[in-house]
């Protein structure tokens, strides 16, 4: 046989397909990222974080927290961040909720910390740990994953340095967290190893205009390098 020869007619070229039909969870995540490319004209924003310091100070709480926390703080001082374009109008959401993608094996699952900007860095950790447990025994319920008006998905855990994310529907914006990765810089004429991590936000152009997305990640990145305030 020659290396032109073509794949048996019954496979195709591709081989052998297998078809598997979606759960209801997966159609629902599809139709919704669907949705979202094709009406919300997006862009993104991007700003690196020095968080040596926070990964020094953290204890228990864990970076993903943190950027809860701070985002939450964010989102109260820029309320159009904190909204939505709908129906020709701007929403401003009363509330701050933040959700926080956790992959739910079958699907991606979206469990909200109500209230973040109120929360202290460690409650929002503990809480993310009780609610990660439940996606994962299946046991999180339709409430816990509802209300979100602002949303963060990290891929750090996985050694992604950056990415952008899909904005969820009925929202404005919401922020990528890529892995802390070591990085040279001067501190007093001296070269030094800091450990710095890319935040990259997706925003909505109709209701979140760029230098409000770049004021936004701004105050993020004061507040996760300014960890004694942000810790306490």
């Known amino acids: 046989m020659s290396a032109e020869t073509s794949a048996p007619a019954a496979t195709g070229a591709k081989g052998a397909v297998e078809t598997v039909e979606p759960t209801r969870a997966q159609r629902t995540v599809a139709r919704r990222m669907a949705e979202s490319k094709a009406t919300i004209p997006d862009f993104q924003a991007a700003v690196d974080v020095d968080v040596t310091d926070l990964l020094d100070a953290r204890g228990d709480v864990t970076v993903t927290a943190a950027v809860v926390h701070a985002a939450g703080i964010a989102l109260r001082e820029h309320g159009s961040v904190n909204g939505a374009y709908a129906d020709g109008k701007y929403q401003h959401y009363e509330r701050v909720n933040v959700g926080v993608v956790v992959g739910g094996g079958e699907a991606l699952v979206i469990p909200t910390i109500f209230d973040a900007d109120n929360k202290s860095a460690a409650a929002i950790s503990e809480q993310l740990a009780a609610l990660v447990a439940e996606v994962r025994d299946g046991t999180i319920t339709a409430a816990a994953l509802s209300g979100a008006t602002f949303t963060i ?40 190893a800091r450990q710095v991590l ?28 300014d960890c004694a305030t942000l810790l306490t």
């Open 153 to 192: 998905s990290s891929l750090g855990m996985h050694g992604v340095r950056a990415f952008t994310a899909i904005i969820q529907p009925g929202q404005a914006a919401t922020l990528a967290v890529g892995a802390a990765t070591e990085q040279v810089a001067l501190r007093d004429g001296a070269a030094v």
């Open 198 to 225: 890319t935040l990259t936000l997706s925003a909505d152009q109709r209701i979140v205009s760029g230098t409000g997305a770049a004021s936004f990640l701004v105050r993020v990145r004061a507040l996760l390098e």
